[in-house]
């Protein structure tokens, strides 16, 4: 919703907004909430940020440049639940925010439960689809959604789940697409350079996320595993970390994939790894709106990327990527060796990418629909 002259709405001062998050280590999810603090209009509002968690490296890259962040550092899963609310009560009453916006699950219920009569207006955001759904906390979603403002899905997949499994009515629903900051991903290195950087040659394929069973990388590796006799010169390198890295390391080396697979770990110079890939590849089992998927696109990247999520919203299979069915290695394996003999469709594919994300997924047109909704849900509690 646009507004003409959002300084009326404001009570004579910029508007404090806390976002909430279970914790800030590198994530898509965190990635957002980081955004959020360092580039929301700051004539309209001031923004920080808090984790129930300890901080993570966002968090704490987000201090070093002087952001106001809080780690309660809580144990959520261990953690009774009247103390997780009497902690963020005690958060909410030292901030005083006009705004609390929560993301994922736990923050999502346990920001709500603390907000319960502070008279302030509470945003959810919801970062994933509803892989498996469970009674309790759509029992607990229904209850909450009367005393939530406004509930924001990050793609139309995200928002018929809520819709379907919440029973939220469309009134407090809201579409609001992540976004990446293109500027950011046009490093100033070439791509010989960046391979330099990173050791790696060949015909290069790259995926970057959490190594967890949600991002079906054990997928990507067998199919690698079946082009490697036919594509001698084919490498894979994957950025992030997670739960399943040690499980992931020792199948690429039962796979016989030695030499072939780097794992990067952690990186915050994801735009540099970009830049040195062929070929990006989002092989994931369930997904929101993936922002790796969005920076691999925005750099002007061909990609091949699973038919789950948001991924259909952003990609037509043929004209800006290749979508393939997930859990499907030998799908993966073909559309990696087709693109690999077509430099031209990998040229058109790669061209069409960049612009679909400049023209609908930037971070600016993101940060834009959310202050205006930040507006909204204020003019509304105050109305």
């Not at 379907?164 to 490093?187: C, F, K, M, T």
């Not at 990067?264 to 110079?269: E, I, S, V, Y």
């Not at 002007?300 to 990327?305: C, E, H, I, S």
Request: aromatic share 6%; net charge positive; charged share 25%.
């Amino acid at each position: 919703m646009a507004i003409e002259d959002p300084s009326r709405l404001l009570p004579g001062r910029r508007l404090r907004v806390l976002q909430l998050i279970s914790t800030l280590p590198v994530g898509g999810a965190e990635e957002v909430v980081a955004a959020i603090v360092r580039h929301l209009n700051p004539e309209l509002f001031e923004v920080e940020a808090a984790a129930m968690e300890a901080l993570g490296a966002i968090g704490e890259e987000l201090i070093r440049e002087g952001r106001r962040v809080a780690a309660l550092n809580l144990r959520i899963k261990r953690t009774p639940a009247f103390r997780l609310i009497g902690a963020l009560r005690r958060l909410l009453r030292e901030r005083r925010p006009d705004i609390l916006h929560t993301h994922l699950y736990h923050p999502n219920l346990y920001g709500r439960l603390a907000a319960w009569g502070m008279g302030m207006p509470v945003v959810c955001s919801v970062h994933n689809v509803y892989s498996r759904v469970k009674l309790h906390r759509l029992i607990l979603n229904r209850l909450l959604a009367p005393w939530t403002d406004a509930i924001v899905a990050v793609s139309p997949q995200v928002w018929a789940d809520i819709r379907r499994y919440d029973g939220i009515s469309p009134e407090r629903l809201h579409l609001l697409p992540n976004g990446v900051d293109l500027q950011a991903l046009d490093v100033p290195v070439s791509r010989e350079e960046a391979r330099a950087r990173l050791q790696i040659d060949g015909f290069v394929l790259g995926a970057v996320g959490r190594l967890e069973e949600a991002k079906g990388h054990t997928y990507l590796l067998e199919a690698l595993r079946l082009l490697a006799e036919e594509l001698p010169e084919l490498r894979l390198v994957i950025a992030g970390e997670g739960r399943l890295g040690e499980a992931l390391r020792r199948q690429a080396a039962d796979l016989g994939l030695k030499g072939r697979v780097r794992f990067l770990g952690w990186r915050r110079d994801v735009p540099l790894v970009l830049r040195a890939l062929d070929l990006y590849v989002q092989p994931s089992l369930w997904e929101g709106l993936s922002l790796a998927l969005l920076q691999a696109m925005g750099t002007g990247l061909p990609v091949v990327a699973t038919r789950v999520g948001g991924f259909e919203q952003v990609i037509t299979s043929g004209v800006n990527g290749v979508l393939v069915p997930p859990r499907d290695a030998p799908a993966l394996a073909a559309a990696v060796r087709e693109l690999y003999y077509a430099p031209e469709a990998r040229t058109r594919l790669a061209e069409a990418a960049r612009r679909t994300v400049a023209e609908g997924y930037s971070q600016e047109a993101m940060l834009r629909r959310l202050e205006n909704l930040y507006l909204e849900v204020w003019r509304r509690r105050r109305s």
